[in-house]
C-alpha cells in the first residue's frame, strides 16, 4: 500500500494533476486549432505570390524568367533546410520549432513587401513626375509638326543621372530573399506537425483529425483569392498619392495593383499564427496511457530513462549506423525500377502543374484582356472548389472498389489522359493578337506586318518625330491601338486625366473611307465579344481539366510508397518530395518564364535603355508557347505512365496485388505526409504483409 502510495505521489510530481489534465484534455486542441491557423497562413502566402507575379514584374520592371526565380525562391529556401528539419526536428521540442518557422514565415512575407516602403513613387510612364499630383495633361507626346526630336527625348544628362540611380533595379532580389525565408519558415510546419498529431491523437483519429486540418487551411486560398482582387484594384501608392491624378486604370497593361498589402497581411498572420506554439508543451499524456496502472507507467519512464543512458553512451556508433542505414535504404529505393520511373512520371507531371499555376494568372489576362483583380476573382472561383472535389473523389474511389496497385495506376493513366486531352481543347480558344499599329499592322492600319521589330513610320506620322519607345497607347474607333498619341499623328487633346480625347490623328483618317471620327481615346482597345465567349468556354474547359488532374493525385501518391518496402516508405515518400522541390519547383517557373518572353512585341525600356517587363504580348505566340509546354510535359508523363503499368503487369504477374485497407492502414495512408517525415515509423506485420500483397 505504501509502495502504491509512493508511485502515486512520485508521478503527481512529475505530472501535476491541474498541468495533466490541461495537457490531455486542452493541449491537443490548442495544438490542433494553431495548426489549423499555421497551415491556412501557410497556403495564404503561396497565392499571394502566384497571383501577384504580373504586378511584381511590372513594379520592378523585370521579365519572366526573373519573376519565374523569385518566385522558386520559396523552393529553394525549403531546401536548404528540409534535411535538418526533417531530421532533427521530431527530436527537439516541436511545437517551437513549428512557432520558430511560423514566425520566419511570417517575418519573409514582411521583408518581400518591404522595398515598396523605399523604392520612390510608381512611373508608369516617362512622362510621370515624382509628384503625380502635378498636372500632366501637357505632357503627352503629341505630333507638332517640325518640332525637333530631341524635345521628345530625354537629354543625355538627365539618362546618365537616371542610369546611376538605376543601379538599385536590383531591389528585387529583397522580394527573391523575404521568398526564400518564407521557404525556410514553412519547412517544419509540416512533417513536425502531423508526426505531433500522429503520436499523440487518439488511436484510429489521426486521419480524421488530418483530414479537418487539410479542409480548415482551404480559407487561406479563399482568403488569399479574395484579398488578392481587392488589392489588384488598389492602386500601389494608395494613400501617397491623389488617386484621382492617375490616369491608368486596372484594365491597363501599366497598372500595378497594391501588392504589397497582401504580404503584409500574410505576413503578419503568420506571426500570429507562430505565438500559442511556445506555449505548449513539448509531449502530452495520450488518453489511453492515462487509464494504465501506475506501475506500467513506472516501467515505461524506467525503460525510457535507459534508453535515454543507452543512445547518450552510443551515440557515436548511432550515428555511423544511421548514415550508412540511410545510403542502403537510399540505394534499395534508387534500384526499384518502379519507384524510377514513378519519380520521372510525377516529376514531368509536377513540373507542368508548377509552370501552369505560375503563370496562369498572367496568361488569363494577357490573353483574354481579364485584370488582375478579375483573373483572382476567376481562378479562385475555378480552382478550389474543382480541386478539393477532385482530390476527395480521387481517394474515395480508390477505397471504394479496393483497387489492386495495377488498378491504381491505370486510374491514375486514366485521369491524366483526361486532363491532357481537356488542356488540348484550349488551343482552340487562343484569342488573336490584338490589331496594334507599329506592332502587328502598319501605322497606317491598313496593312499587317511581319515582325514587330523596327516597322517604318508611315507618312501619316513621318514628320512628327515621335519617340517609337513611348508607350501611351490610345484607342481608335476602328479597334486599332496605338503606342501613342504622337504615333497616331494626334495633334491636339480636350479631357483631362482618364477621359482625355486626342483629335485630328492622321494616322486615324486613313483607316477607312467610312471613318468619319479621327479622334482616339485614352487606353488600349478592349477585346472583342468573340474573345470574351471564348474566355467563359475556356474557364469550364479548365474546371474539367483540373477536376480530372486532382482526381489522380491521390492515386498517384500512393503509388509512389506502396512500390518499395513497407520499411521505406517514408524515405521513398521523402526523396520524392525533395525530387520534386529541386528539379520542379525551381527550373518550372523560370522556364516557363524564358519562353513567355520570347513571344513579348513591346518591351518596356528603363532610362539607360535596357528593357524591362514585357507591354504587350503576340496572343498567338504566347498561346501556343504556354499550353504547348504544358501540354508536352504532359505528354511525356503519359508515355511513363504507359511503361509503368507495363512494367507493373511484369513484375506483379501472378501476384496478388490488392490494396485492400481498413483500420491502422487508412490512418497511415491518410498520413502520407507524416510517412514522409516521421523515420520511427515502423508498419506493423499486418500492414506489412498488405502492402505486399
Known sequence: MMDSNQQLKKTAEVTPPKERETKCCNGFKMFL???????????????????????????????????????????????????????????????????????????????????????????????????PSENLTSSFPTCLLGQNLLLNRTSPEIVE?????????????????????????????????????????????????????????????????????????????????????????????????????????????????????????RDLNKPQQEKKNLTSLHLLKTNEERSQMTNVTNHGQSLSGNITGFFQSLKSILTNPLYVILQFLTLLLASSHIGAITYVF????????????????????????????????????????????????????????????????????????????????????????????NVPLSYCNSNCNCDENDWEPVCGDSGITYMSPCLAGCKSSSGSKKSMVFHNCSCVEVTGVQNKNNSVNLGECPRDSQCRKKFYIYALVQVLNYFFSSLGSIPTIMLVFKNVQPELKSLAVGFHSLTIRALGGIPAPIYFGALIDRACMKWSTS???????????????????????????????????????????????????????????????????????????????????????
Open 161 to 281: 543621372k537616371g542610369c546611376e540611380k538605376e543601379s538599385g533595379s536590383y531591389i528585387w532580389l529583397y522580394v527573391l530573399l523575404g521568398n526564400m525565408l518564407r521557404g525556410i519558415g514553412e519547412t517544419p510546419i509540416v512533417p513536425l506537425g502531423i508526426s505531433y498529431i500522429d503520436d499523440f491523437a487518439e488511436e484510429g483519429h489521426s486521419s480524421f483529425y488530418l483530414g479537418t486540418l487539410h479542409a480548415i487551411s482551404m480559407i487561406g486560398p479563399i482568403i488569399g483569392f479574395i484579398q488578392g482582387s481587392v488589392f489588384a484594384k488598389m492602386y500601389v501608392d494608395i494613400g501617397y498619392v491623389d488617386l484621382s491624378d492617375i490616369r491608368i486604370t486596372p484594365k491597363d497593361s501599366r497598372w500595378v495593383g497594391a501588392w504589397w498589402l497582401g504580404f503584409l497581411v500574410a505576413g503578419i498572420l503568420s506571426i500570429m499564427s507562430s505565438i500559442p506554439f511556445f506555449f505548449l508543451p
Open 362 to 453: 498572367k496568361y488569363v489576362e494577357q490573353q483574354y484582356g481579364q485584370s488582375a483583380s478579375e483573373a483572382n476573382i476567376w481562378l479562385g472561383t475555378i480552382t478550389l472548389p474543382t480541386v478539393a472535389t477532385g482530390i476527395f473523389v480521387g481517394g474515395y474511389i480508390t477505397k471504394k472498389f479496393k483497387l489492386t496497385l495495377l488498378g491504381i495506376a491505370k486510374l491514375s493513366f486514366c485521369t491524366s489522359l483526361l486532363s491532357f486531352l481537356f488542356q488540348l481543347l484550349t488551343f482552340a480558344l487562343i484569342c488573336e493578337s490584338k490589331p496594334v499599329a507599329g506592332l502587328t499592322l502598319t501605322y497606317d492600319g491598313n496593312n499587317p506586318v511581319t515582325s514587330p521589330i
Open 607 to 693: 532610362s539607360c535603355g535596357k528593357p524591362g517587363f514585357c507591354r504587350m504580348y503576340n496572343s498567338t505566340l504566347y498561346g501556343n508557347t504556354f499550353l504547348s509546354l504544358i501540354e508536352s510535359l504532359k505528354f511525356a508523363s503519359l508515355t511513363l505512365h504507359a511503361v509503368l503499368i507495363i512494367t507493373m503487369k511484369k513484375i506483379y504477374q501472378g501476384k496478388d496485388t490488392k490494396a485492400s485497407e481498413n483500420g491502422r492502414k487508412d490512418t497511415n495512408e491518410a498520413n502520407l505526409e507524416s510517412l514522409n517525415n516521421d523515420g520511427y515509423f515502423v508498419p506493423s506485420a499486418r500492414e506489412d504483409n498488405e502492402t505486399h500483397m
Open 33 to 131: 486549432v494553431a495548426l489549423s491557423f499555421s497551415f491556412m497562413c501557410k497556403a495564404l502566402g503561396g497565392v499571394v505570390m502566384k497571383s501577384s507575379i504580373t504586378q511584381i514584374e511590372r513594379r520592378f520592371d523585370i521579365s519572366s524568367s526573373i519573376s519565374g526565380l523569385i518566385d522558386g525562391g520559396f523552393e529553394i529556401g525549403n531546401l536548404l533546410v528540409i534535411v535538418f528539419v526533417s531530421y532533427f526536428g521530431s527530436k527537439l521540442h516541436r511545437p517551437k520549432i513549428i512557432g520558430i518557422g511560423c514566425f520566419i514565415m511570417g517575418t519573409g512575407s514582411i521583408l518581400t513587401a518591404l522595398p515598396h516602403f523605399f523604392m520612390g513613387y510608381y512611373r508608369y510612364s516617362k512622362e510621370t513626375h515624382i509628384n
